[in-house]
Protein backbone atom coordinates (compact mmCIF):
# COMPACT_ATOMS: atom_id res chain seq x y z
CA UNK A 1 0.00 0.00 0.00
CA UNK A 2 1.14 3.54 -1.08
CA UNK A 3 1.27 6.30 2.46
CA UNK A 4 -0.86 7.91 0.70
CA UNK A 5 -3.51 7.95 -2.16
CA UNK A 6 -2.21 8.26 -5.48
CA UNK A 7 -3.89 9.13 -8.26
CA UNK A 8 -3.24 7.75 -12.19
CA UNK A 9 -4.23 9.59 -15.56
CA UNK A 10 -2.98 8.67 -18.97
CA UNK A 11 -3.93 10.59 -21.87
CA UNK A 12 -7.61 8.81 -23.01
CA UNK A 13 -8.99 8.65 -19.57
CA UNK A 14 -9.49 11.28 -16.30
CA UNK A 15 -7.49 8.54 -14.71
CA UNK A 16 -8.54 6.28 -11.63
CA UNK A 17 -7.19 6.04 -7.84
CA UNK A 18 -4.56 3.39 -7.44
CA UNK A 19 -3.26 1.81 -3.58
CA UNK A 20 0.00 0.19 -4.45
CA UNK A 21 3.34 -0.39 -6.38
CA UNK A 22 2.15 -3.79 -7.73
CA UNK A 23 -1.13 -1.75 -10.03
CA UNK A 24 1.58 1.07 -10.50
CA UNK A 25 4.01 -1.35 -12.11
CA UNK A 26 1.49 -3.10 -14.69
CA UNK A 27 -0.09 -0.01 -15.58
CA UNK A 28 3.30 1.44 -16.49
CA UNK A 29 3.50 -1.73 -18.35
CA UNK A 30 0.77 -0.34 -21.22
CA UNK A 31 2.83 2.29 -22.12
CA UNK A 32 2.83 2.67 -25.70
CA UNK A 33 4.07 5.50 -27.77
CA UNK A 34 0.64 5.48 -30.04
CA UNK A 35 -1.96 4.83 -27.77
CA UNK A 36 -0.98 5.37 -24.31
CA UNK A 37 2.32 7.91 -24.39
CA UNK A 38 2.24 9.12 -20.96
CA UNK A 39 1.19 8.39 -17.42
CA UNK A 40 0.81 10.54 -14.16
CA UNK A 41 0.71 9.95 -10.89
CA UNK A 42 -0.65 12.44 -8.18
CA UNK A 43 -0.48 12.97 -4.76
CA UNK A 44 -2.91 14.74 -2.80
CA UNK A 45 -1.34 18.00 -2.88
CA UNK A 46 -0.79 17.51 -6.52
CA UNK A 47 3.05 17.12 -6.68
CA UNK A 48 2.99 14.24 -9.17
CA UNK A 49 5.58 12.18 -11.61
CA UNK A 50 5.32 11.61 -15.23
CA UNK A 51 6.43 10.10 -17.79
CA UNK A 52 6.17 10.49 -21.91
CA UNK A 53 7.24 8.52 -24.72
CA UNK A 54 7.75 4.66 -25.25
CA UNK A 55 9.50 1.70 -22.94
CA UNK A 56 12.91 2.52 -24.64
CA UNK A 57 13.33 6.28 -25.04
CA UNK A 58 11.26 8.48 -22.11
CA UNK A 59 11.48 11.45 -20.39
CA UNK A 60 10.37 11.74 -16.51
CA UNK A 61 9.66 15.07 -14.80
CA UNK A 62 7.94 15.57 -11.39
CA UNK A 63 6.63 18.49 -9.94
CA UNK A 64 7.19 18.98 -6.15
CA UNK A 65 4.45 21.41 -4.81
CA UNK A 66 5.32 23.12 -1.11
CA UNK A 67 2.58 24.06 1.55
CA UNK A 68 2.42 27.57 0.45
CA UNK A 69 1.79 27.02 -3.09
CA UNK A 70 5.24 27.50 -4.78
CA UNK A 71 6.39 23.97 -6.42
CA UNK A 72 9.74 23.04 -8.35
CA UNK A 73 9.77 20.90 -11.37
CA UNK A 74 12.27 18.72 -12.22
CA UNK A 75 13.37 16.84 -15.45
CA UNK A 76 15.18 13.41 -14.48
CA UNK A 77 18.38 12.67 -16.82
CA UNK A 78 22.09 10.48 -16.21
CA UNK A 79 24.33 13.34 -15.65
CA UNK A 80 24.32 16.91 -16.14
CA UNK A 81 22.42 18.12 -19.72
CA UNK A 82 25.19 18.53 -22.42
CA UNK A 83 23.10 20.87 -24.31
CA UNK A 84 22.55 18.03 -27.17
CA UNK A 85 18.62 18.16 -27.84
CA UNK A 86 16.87 14.76 -28.90
CA UNK A 87 13.37 15.00 -29.59
CA UNK A 88 10.66 12.09 -28.79
CA UNK A 89 7.65 12.12 -30.39
CA UNK A 90 4.19 10.41 -29.98
CA UNK A 91 1.03 9.96 -30.81
CA UNK A 92 -0.24 13.30 -29.05
CA UNK A 93 2.78 15.34 -30.07
CA UNK A 94 6.56 15.24 -28.90
CA UNK A 95 8.85 17.13 -26.73
CA UNK A 96 12.50 17.67 -26.92
CA UNK A 97 14.54 17.23 -23.97
CA UNK A 98 18.70 16.59 -23.70
CA UNK A 99 20.32 13.73 -24.74
CA UNK A 100 21.36 12.48 -20.83
CA UNK A 101 17.46 12.91 -20.03
CA UNK A 102 16.67 10.03 -22.56
CA UNK A 103 15.97 7.20 -20.36
CA UNK A 104 14.11 3.97 -20.51
CA UNK A 105 11.33 2.40 -18.62
CA UNK A 106 13.27 0.87 -16.42
CA UNK A 107 14.70 4.13 -15.15
CA UNK A 108 10.96 5.51 -14.98
CA UNK A 109 10.34 2.54 -12.39
CA UNK A 110 12.71 3.57 -9.99
CA UNK A 111 11.62 7.16 -10.34
CA UNK A 112 8.03 6.54 -9.82
CA UNK A 113 8.30 3.81 -7.34
CA UNK A 114 10.47 5.88 -4.75
CA UNK A 115 8.59 9.21 -5.40
CA UNK A 116 5.41 7.30 -4.33
CA UNK A 117 7.02 5.23 -1.68
CA UNK A 118 8.74 8.08 0.28
CA UNK A 119 7.88 11.62 -1.83
CA UNK A 120 12.14 11.40 -2.29
CA UNK A 121 14.24 10.64 -5.49
CA UNK A 122 16.57 8.22 -6.22
CA UNK A 123 20.24 10.00 -5.97
CA UNK A 124 21.08 8.00 -9.04
CA UNK A 125 19.80 10.23 -11.55
CA UNK A 126 20.27 13.88 -12.05
CA UNK A 127 17.73 16.44 -11.19
CA UNK A 128 17.38 19.26 -13.55
CA UNK A 129 15.27 22.10 -12.06
CA UNK A 130 13.48 23.88 -14.69
CA UNK A 131 10.74 25.49 -12.47
CA UNK A 132 11.42 28.64 -14.47
CA UNK A 133 9.72 27.52 -17.63
CA UNK A 134 6.54 27.29 -16.21
CA UNK A 135 6.36 30.38 -13.69
CA UNK A 136 8.05 32.88 -16.21
CA UNK A 137 4.55 31.39 -18.24
CA UNK A 138 2.24 32.25 -15.09
CA UNK A 139 4.39 36.15 -15.08
CA UNK A 140 4.73 36.73 -18.41
Not at 46 to 66: D, F, I
Not at 108 to 121: D, N, S
Request: glycine share 6%; aromatic share 12%.
Amino acid sequence: MFPEPVHYQRNDSPGWNIQDWDTANKLLSYFDPQRWPFATFTLPDNSYVQCLGGKRRLTVEAREYRPDGTFTHWVFGRGMPLSEPVRIEVSTGGVTIDVTQQLTMRDARVIVKQFLETRTFPDTYHRDDVTERFTSQQNG
